[in-house]
């Protein structure tokens, strides 16, 4: 290609299925200033382009190049690239197979680089000084790496660094307090490394900024006053570390603030008033603190508000019936010490919004933190403990077997307070199973209709789930089909027909949202001790939201009752 096409200026190749190696060939087309082959299958070592002195772009995103015969080797083509001078965007991001370490070298690409991206590529070692030589530098991208050592002093230098992002690394230390010369940064994301100490209050000057993340480090200390004075702020994330003392109330100026996430941390006092200031915050969560007193009443002013957690905490009062004013979609106030009742009028009384409650396997200590999964689940269903389940089956024994289907099986359960339940346990090893649980469950939390299976509870955790059903005496409508010691006469067949053709109008007519059940059989239609047909199973349903699909799996319904399409 090089030879035969000496001339060319510009070779555009991307987002296409191209394999095989980048032909070396390629560099005698001297004349190149862009070469893009994103998102192809290729595959061997980066070409030397050393002989592309006018080079300006280099995109090679999203391919399965490598970089480096062993990973302690450093990554030459980089070094190569100090040739082309007029080098302004270098990007060879989601190269997973890439290896290697950053060479010092770095430090002599092109004065007037502007982007270095290279994320999910491997590269491990430290990220050398010399970076800071790259003074027009605008997008520093080393994300999902092997990094290691401390966050080089040398980012100061990068005055017109906008986005910095170095979070998925095993970056050590603390974060340098020469960031804070970077007076144009928009993104600072240092998340998901091993960072300690606290944060520097001087990032608090930087007016710029729009969206840090410095979540799952080890920081500690409080928060800086003036960190909530940014008046750009748009997301701020400082999740599972350590930080203590109380939440600044200085909120008054994050006007713009949409996502905040204080979550899993030390936060001791009161949630500050002020935080009804924050017009367009979206997404509120302070959950796993140690937080106290009451749901501020201030909430009610934040009209765009949709996700809200503040469980586990040792909050108290009630829960606030301004509430009602918001259109919450999630709403978790589980493992606090709230009391009274739920309010009853907007959202919460259309069951539009849910309250995500916790479970624990066994009793935890009363400071154990809150870190297992949770599901959507209605204000009156039981929340049950795997321990519970276990000993109302008998150990989940053949005796109490109800059924099996693709997800799990199905027991019968003596409840602790004298309940008979169906209790559906589902197999997490089945691929699948986890998306079927987290669909059913959406679907239980909002539907009431006398011809559709009732949900009594849930248990859930990370190695557990299981969904508590109304125990239906007469099983299924399959045993009564295909049995000749049961017998259905003609109108009890009818009116079976008619409960399941109910159920179906309601899901697919008269719910909130259509659902579209996907696996209509007699097995899923299930008997009650009068004979009244409930349909269940909603494990590979879809739901749809103005005709547009939101949620479903891939499974499709069982042969033999499938539509004919499928």
Same mark, same amino acid.
């Given at each position: ?480 089909? &295909? ?68 949620? &479903? ?14």
């Amino acid at each position: 290609m090089g030879i035969s096409l000496a001339n060319l200026e510009e070779l555009y190749l991307f987002f296409n299925r191209l394999t095989g190696e980048i032909p070396a060939s390629i560099t005698n087309a001297s004349q190149l200033t862009v070469i893009e082959l994103n998102r192809n299958s290729f595959t061997g070592p980066i070409p030397d382009f050393r002989n592309l002195r006018q080079l300006q772009v280099l995109r090679l995103w999203e391919n399965n190049l490598t970089g480096a015969d062993s990973p302690n080797q450093e990554l030459e083509f980089l070094s190569s690239l100090t040739n082309c001078q007029n080098l302004l965007h270098l990007e060879i991001t989601n190269n997973p197979m890439m290896n290697g370490i950053l060479p010092a070298s770095i430090g002599n690409l092109s004065a007037s680089l502007v982007t270095f991206s290279a994320s999910n590529c491997s590269i491990r070692g430290i990220i050398p000084l010399e970076i800071g030589n790259l003074a027009s530098l605008e997008v520093l991208d080393l994300s999902k790496n092997q990094l290691t050592g401390f966050i080089p002093t040398t980012v100061g230098k990068l005055n017109q660094l906008g986005k910095l992002h170095l979070y998925d690394n095993q970056l050590q230390g603390y974060i340098t307090h020469s960031l804070c010369q970077n007076t144009s940064l928009l993104e600072l994301y240092l998340d998901s490394n091993m960072l300690i100490g606290s944060i520097p209050e001087c990032l608090g000057d930087i007016k710029s900024l729009q969206k840090v993340s410095f979540a799952s480090n080890k920081l500690n200390s409080t928060l800086p006053f003036n960190f909530l004075n940014l008046p750009k702020l748009i997301n701020l994330n400082l999740s599972s570390n350590s930080l203590s003392g109380q939440i600044p109330d200085q909120f008054t100026s994050l006007t713009t603030l949409n996502y905040l996430d204080l979550s899993s941390n030390k936060f001791i006092g009161n949630i500050p008033n002020t935080i009804g200031s924050c017009q367009s915050l979206q997404v509120l969560f302070l959950s796993n603190n140690m937080l106290n007193g009451s749901i501020p009443d201030s909430l009610e002013k934040v009209k765009g508000l949709t996700n809200l957690s503040l469980s586990c905490n040792n909050l108290s009062g009630s829960i606030p019936a301004s509430l009602e004013k918001l259109k919450l979609q999630y709403f978790n106030v589980s493992r606090n010490n709230l009391q009274g009742k739920i309010p009853e009028g907007g959202c919460f009384a259309n069951y539009l919004l849910t309250l995500l409650l916790k479970t624990l396997i066994y009793a935890a200590p009363e400071d154990s933190k809150c870190h297992l999964v949770g599901v959507e689940v209605g204000a009156s269903w039981k929340i049950v403990s795997e321990r519970e389940l276990i000993q109302g089956t008998s150990s989940f024994s053949e005796m109490n077997l109800l059924g099996k289907g693709s997800f799990g099986s199905v027991f019968k359960a003596e409840l602790s307070d004298d309940t008979t339940a169906a209790v559906k346990v589902f197999n997490l090893e089945l691929e699948g199973a986890l998306k079927s649980f987290d669909t059913e469950s959406r679907i239980l939390v909002s539907i009431r209709h006398r011809n559709l299976i009732k949900i009594l509870g849930c248990c859930s955790n990370e190695q557990f789930k299981a969904l508590i059903l109304a125990y239906m005496p007469n099983e299924s409508l399959e045993k009564w089909m &295909h049995s000749d010691v049961y017998v259905l006469d003609l109108v009890k067949r009818l009116n079976i027909a008619i409960d399941v053709a109910l159920a179906l109008e309601y899901l697919h007519h008269n719910h909130t949202f259509t659902v579209v059940h996907c696996d209509i059989k007699p097995n899923n239609v299930l008997l009650d001790e009068d004979m009244t047909a409930h349909v269940g199973d909603f494990g590979i349903s879809k739901l749809s939201e103005d005709r547009e699909a939101v949620i &479903h799996t891939i499974t499709m319904a069982t042969i033999g009752y499938a539509a004919p399409v499928y």
